[in-house]
């Protein structure tokens, strides 16, 4: 069964930088379009940042500049790399794959404190 993996590198300090990675299982990968999405407490999830099989990325407003989102294919991986890291980015982050039904990972609960 597809299964995605969320883990964290570094630890969670106003400005950053923290990655998240999120490994995916029983996928092509490669042929995969994957996305991170947040939701904050009391807020609808949202979408963060998504990149294409061919690695073409969109990222929403509040993200832009701060955020990259990359694949290693060959590791089955998709990575947020988060810079400048503001209290608002305060969310669970969720790794989302989308193959005829969304697929999501655990959520990775990051805490930016003012």
């Known amino acids: 069964h597809v299964e995605l993996v969320e883990s964290v590198v570094g630890s969670v300090q106003p400005g950053g930088p923290v990655r998240l990675s999120c490994a995916a299982s029983?996928?092509?990968?490669?042929?995969?379009?994957m996305n991170w999405y947040r939701q904050a407490p009391g807020k609808q999830r949202e979408l963060v940042a998504g990149i294409s099989s061919g690695g073409n990325t969109n990222y929403a407003d509040s993200v832009k500049g701060r955020f990259t989102i990359s694949r290693d294919n060959a590791k089955n991986t998709v990575y947020l790399q988060m810079n400048n890291l503001k209290p608002e980015d305060t969310a669970v982050y969720y790794c989302?794959?989308?193959?005829?039904?969304?697929?999501w990972g655990q959520g990775t609960k990051v805490t930016v404190s003012s």
């Open positions: 029983s996928i092509i990968f490669s042929a995969t379009a």
């Open positions: 989302n794959a989308y193959i005829f039904r969304n697929f």
